[in-house]
């Protein structure tokens, strides 16, 4: 992914670099949350984060991108400012932390991108895809597990306390979104994997631990390959 014709971050990466996604409901935060919290009680300097946001610079701009009152905005120009706050985000947090040996916990990422501006509001998955590789410079997720519910339940439970602007697109939008990550799935499984999010929490948080065998140690699920990325 990082070669010359991007702008790629210069890091010898010896971290991992986990990141969570799934549509809005979905229980993520949660899990990220719970997820950042096992790991440092194993022993790990672990980064949570969540996008858009993580810098003063990408606070900012998360705040005009989930302002309700900005529902005029081009899908071009959010796409823009996705990735805006992204490059800020690697450059200042995430490449630092994978070089010195940290866990990166990201409460979504690039695949949030492929998902809401490509299958949400339709614009070119190259081109977003392009985008994406700007935005991230190159640092891409060792797994991104998207936590999958039915969009019933899951907007239910977003909306419990008053939508923001990507939220207030309904059912149909994320319908769409949650069919991008299921194809994003099928092509990156290595990478990326499907995890249930039917369930209690404890049940959830066990599949998320199983999820990320072999990529980090967590206390439920033992990897064997935390510090692989030279
Ligand atoms: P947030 O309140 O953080 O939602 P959640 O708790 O569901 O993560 O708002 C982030 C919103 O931004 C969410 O609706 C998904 C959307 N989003 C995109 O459309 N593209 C992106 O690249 C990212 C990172 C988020």
Not at 92 to 114: K, Q
Request: charged share 25%; proline share 3%; with cysteine.
């Amino acid at each position: 992914m990082a070669d010359a014709q991007t702008n790629a971050a210069p890091t010898t990466r010896r971290g991992t670099f986990v990141s969570l996604e799934g549509i809005d409901g979905c229980g993520k935060s949660t899990q990220v949350a719970l997820l950042a919290d096992r790991l440092e009680a194993a022993g790990h300097e672990v980064v949570r984060l969540r996008e858009p946001g993580g810098t003063a610079i990408s606070e900012k701009i998360r705040k005009i991108l989930l302002d309700p009152a900005n529902g005029a905005m081009a899908d071009e120009c959010e796409l823009l400012l996705y990735e805006a706050s992204r490059a800020q985000l690697v450059r200042e947090v995430i490449a630092p932390a994978l070089a010195r040996g940290a866990v990166v916990v990201c409460d979504r990422y690039l695949d949030s991108t492929y998902a809401y501006q490509a299958g949400g509001r339709g614009l070119d998955a190259a081109l977003v895809t392009r985008c994406n590789e700007l935005g991230s410079c190159g640092v891409v997720p060792d797994r991104t597990l998207v936590l999958d519910l039915c969009c019933e339940d899951a907007l239910a439970r977003a909306t419990a306390g008053g939508a923001d602007r990507l939220e207030q697109e309904g059912m149909r939008f994320q319908e769409r979104v949650r069919a991008a990550y299921l194809r994003l799935a099928k092509a990156e499984p290595e990478r990326v994997r499907v995890v249930d999010a039917v369930g209690t929490v404890e049940d959830v948080a066990a599949r998320v631990d199983a999820a990320l065998r072999g990529v980090v140690a967590t206390p439920l699920g033992r990897g064997d390959a935390g510090a692989a990325h030279e």
